[in-house]
């Protein structure tokens, strides 16, 4: 049984920092591309930033130089640095694993404001 659970989401002022945890199991996760998206309401899910098991990793305009992702193979985790949030980075993240087929975690709440 596959599984991606979130953490670390929370409430937090601008200009402030959180980090994303998302913890694989069920998979062969070093082989899986590995995604953050996002999801505000009313608004289509977008993807954040992704890393593939090589480490090329790619970004959203909105979130470049502020939001870092990064993978430990070893943990079965990958991880997602939000430095000098702003408002509109409010929304569920979701964690997603992506190789032959896609999987999802349930989602983690990330609130901005002061």
């Known amino acids: 049984q596959v599984q991606l659970v979130e953490s670390g989401g929370g409430l937090v002022q601008p200009g402030g920092s959180l980090r994303l945890s998302c913890a694989a199991s069920?998979?062969?996760?070093?082989?899986?591309?590995m995604g953050w998206y996002r999801q505000a309401p009313g608004k289509q899910r977008e993807l954040v930033p992704a890393i593939t098991g090589g480490l090329t990793t790619d970004y959203a305009d909105s979130v470049k130089d502020r939001f870092t992702i990064s993978r430990d193979n070893a943990m079965n985790t990958v991880y997602l640095r939000m430095n000098s949030l702003k408002l509109e980075d409010t929304a569920d993240y979701y964690c997603?694993?992506?190789?032959?087929?896609?999987?999802w975690g349930q989602g983690t709440q990330v609130t901005v404001s002061s």
């Open positions: 997603n694993a992506r190789f032959w087929n896609a999987y």
């Open positions: 069920g998979i062969k996760f070093s082989v899986y591309t």
